[in-house]
């Protein structure tokens, strides 16, 4: 087979591998209220399930891109995958919180070593070639992987029951790994494993990687903030909440094609920085607007049409940075710096969302008087927040 149809077959196979980890995210929260009753769990534990699957990132992304560089991506993965299938299928077999908690952990295990691996997998097959698109591609696995989720989880959980969507998931990762193990090939000329462990990486390539996810855990957490929090602010403009999820869903679904789209076109024309810092400034413009505007969905349909703009270029600094013999082990930074960001600052987004308080509705803006209203207490109409000042 051309090289030039090979790297693209293997990035065939690295996407639907990826694409099952957005799946078995996702079974928890498609079939909550069944998971609640048969768990016997509240909210919060649910909501503690659901964080576990990311949880292993912070303390497994290094070590694992270590395991990479000593053992091979290839097995290594292999192993993520085979963790995934177990902790799935222990989840079906979950009788108290506990025990799905276990399985949630082991699972989110696998799919951490997954993620890893496949971006340094990408990047031995794209680097000098098409990082951009291939990156872009391979990323967009997580929206789809949801977005079928959020489709087919609910109905087949209401039909079947809750366990059988776990199935499905611990299915899908078991079908992914013997698709990785018969297709996938490393490329030739690529350095032989690592003899021991070791984070065999200079100064400069460790600035690099905690610069490079600092800014990818920064942009998945602005868009983790802004699907959170966005739909209390359309319902607070009159929009109810099932318009308002539906609305702003609308970033997950053209998210799927746009970030492939963006990747290509900056490949074709080049200048990755003028724009991701061109998007970044768009994206910032949007969400600053967005609270003030009088037509709310002019400066959102900005938002959803540029937010995806970032994502290739993004993931393939790392690429541009990294010597073949270090990837692994940079990967590992570059997620570990990732995961820690996503288990720390949308917390962090709820705590200033608490503090800066709202006038008409979900809002902190200047009033008709030309007020600003900070509170703590249940949502002031507008006018009564007004006189209040007044007096």
Known sequence: ?????????????????????????????????????????????LGTLIGLYMLPGVFIALPGGMLGQRFGSKRVMLAGLALMAVGGLLMTLAESFGTAALARVVSGTGAVLMSVLIARMVTDWFVGREIVTAMAIVISSWPLGLAIGLVLFGPLAAAAGWSVVMDFAAFAAALALLLVAAFYRDPSGMPAASARLTLDLTRREWLLMIIAGVSWGAFNVAYVVVISFAPELFTARGYSATDASRIVSLIGWLLIPSIPLAGALIEKFGRPNLFMFGSFLIVVAALVALPYASQILIPFAVLVLVIGIPGGPLMALPAQALRPESRASGMGIFFTVFYVMMAVLPGTAGLVRESVGECCG???????????????????????AVARIKQ
Do not use: H, N
Not at 5 to 30: H, P
Not at 362 to 382: E, H, I, K, T, W
């Open 1 to 45: 087979m051309p090289s030039i149809q090979k790297r693209w077959l293997m990035l065939a196979v690295l996407f639907l591998a990826r694409t099952t980890m957005a799946l078995q995210f996702q079974t928890v929260a498609s079939t909550g209220p069944l998971l609640r009753d048969a768990l016997s769990i509240d909210f919060a534990a």
């Open 362 to 384: 979900a809002r902190a803006v200047r009033c008709r008087a030309g007020a600003l209203v900070r509170r703590r207490s249940p949502v002031v109409p507008c006018g009564k």
